[in-house]
């Protein structure tokens, strides 16, 4: 049997007669004219031409070399159209649908199935219309016309190139690319408002600071405060001072209220009295003894269990009638006046005091005898 691939020499001549022919005006080799034992035994799918046929092989052949690398490539690569399964088998039949396609025009619509041949297809597309997606970057275009127009066609349509692979692939498929969604950069409106009140709330407290630590300001305030301070302290220099005592003489009631051999405590908190209904050196009587104890001024206390007056201080004791008998008080409790006024009622008049050793107590204005 005999190899049907023929050798490089084979095709070169064969190449070599078939441009000759042409150039003598003979018609051009063809596949019919090709030897039988050369050509394929069955139709083979290369004579239609692939849909997703590169562009770049769409270009006419320069030599021989290239057109043998081109179809080598496009049979041996399994990818390079759909009917790779059906390869031609011999050179002539390669050569053969090589130059066919190479005759015919290149299809419009094949779509580059290459990422660098997509990326050639997209700039030549962006070229004459940079802007044409200009609402994604409407600011820019419109800031710096110059700078865009001198930036290539495809950054100023604002595409990167993975945007322009899925163009082309979306160009290629027929389904229509996503438009890229570009939101402004515009900030918040409640933040920009904020930050355009500050401004002025800055400007008019650090124009009042200004106004406030001014000299003179501060003179005149120190001035007018000093002058209203002082008069004050000359209007309650001029008011006298008061002291508000109670009453020295009060009436505690009629003789009746106080019944005989009783001490009433009733005005002790209120007057510093007590009132005492007794019998003092045989007169039956009715006399208001001071709660000041004798001794260093303590206020003694009633014990009507004992029937005296106790000092809680220093321990000093008083009869009912007020004689001290026990502790360090010096002398007997002291008596306040207290007389029967016109209209019956006992009436006290702390002014006037009686001592017993002074012989006081026998004075009709130190009791009210009751008959
Ligand atoms: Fe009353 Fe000393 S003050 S006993």
Redesign the pocket.
């Known amino acids: 049997m005999t190899d049907p691939t023929p050798s490089t020499n084979d095709i070169l001549s064969k190449i070599r007669a078939a441009k000759s022919a042409a150039s003598a005006g003979a018609a051009p080799v063809s596949p019919a004219s090709a030897p039988p034992e050369q050509a394929p035994a069955a139709a083979t799918p290369v004579e239609a031409p692939a849909p997703a046929q590169p562009p770049a092989t769409a270009a006419a052949p320069k030599s021989t070399s290239d057109i043998l690398a081109a179809a080598r490539a496009k049979a041996g690569t399994p990818a390079a159209a759909p009917a790779a399964a059906a390869a031609p088998k011999g050179t002539a039949d390669i050569l053969a649908a090589v130059k066919k396609q190479a005759a015919a025009p290149a299809p419009a619509a094949a779509a580059p199935a290459k990422p660098a041949d997509v990326m050639a297809a997209i700039r030549a597309k962006a070229a004459p219309a940079p802007a044409a997606p200009a609402p994604a970057a409407p600011a820019a275009t419109a800031a710096a016309p110059a700078a865009a127009a001198a930036k290539p066609a495809v950054s100023a349509a604002g595409l990167s190139p993975a945007d322009m692979i899925k163009a082309a692939r979306s160009a290629e498929t027929g389904a229509p690319a996503a438009p890229k969604v570009v939101l402004p950069t515009k900030p918040l409106p409640g933040k920009a408002a904020a930050k355009a009140e500050e401004v002025p709330r800055r400007s008019v407290l650090s124009d009042v600071l200004a106004v406030a630590c001014a000299p003179a300001v501060i003179a005149w305030t120190s001035f007018f405060g000093s002058l209203g301070a002082a008069t004050l302290g000359l209007a309650r220099f001029m008011m006298p001072n008061v002291l508000v005592e109670p009453p020295t003489k009060f009436k505690i009631g009629p003789p009746t209220d106080y019944a005989p051999g009783t001490v009433s405590t009733k005005w002790q908190a209120q007057f510093n009295i007590w009132v005492v209904n007794a019998e003092v050196d045989g007169v039956r009587s009715i006399y208001a003894l001071s709660t000041v104890?004798t001794?260093?001024?303590?206020t003694?206390n009633w014990l009507e269990g004992e029937q005296k007056f106790k000092?809680p201080?220093?321990?000093?004791g008083f009869y009912k009638s007020g004689i001290n008998f026990e502790?360090?008080?010096p002398r007997p409790l002291e008596r306040v006046g207290l007389r029967l006024s016109e209209d019956g009622m006992l009436e006290v008049d702390k002014s006037v005091k009686f001592q017993r050793e002074l012989g006081q107590w026998t004075n009709p204005s130190s009791f009210v005898g009751i008959g």
């Open positions: 104890c001794h260093l001024g303590c003694p000092c201080c220093h321990g000093s502790g360090p008080a």
